[in-house]
């Protein structure tokens, strides 16, 4: 549980140092989607992170390595 927070807060801390801020009444999904007005392929990373931290977080998902490497390659590309 601690890793998926974690993954999702790093994102948010790379849109932070764009800026881009989710004010506390917004849900992440919401948060998201106020983001479509960014390049496609950000909006992508972000839906992404999203979804992942969704889908472990309240789901049933497990955080396998595959999806933890494409969650940081994700993540490093927001950060740029």
């Not at 989607?33 to 969704?54: A, G, M, S």
């Amino acid at each position: 549980m601690k890793e998926v927070k974690n993954f999702y807060g790093r994102m948010m801390r790379a849109l932070g140092r764009k800026r881009l801020y989710r004010s506390a009444a917004q849900t992440p999904l919401e948060f998201a989607r106020t983001l479509q007005h960014l390049p496609p392929c950000i909006v992508d990373d972000i839906r992404f992170i999203t979804e992942r931290f969704f889908s472990v977080r309240y789901g049933q998902a497990e955080l396998l390595p595959a999806m933890r490497t494409a969650i940081e390659q994700a993540i490093k590309r927001l950060g740029k």
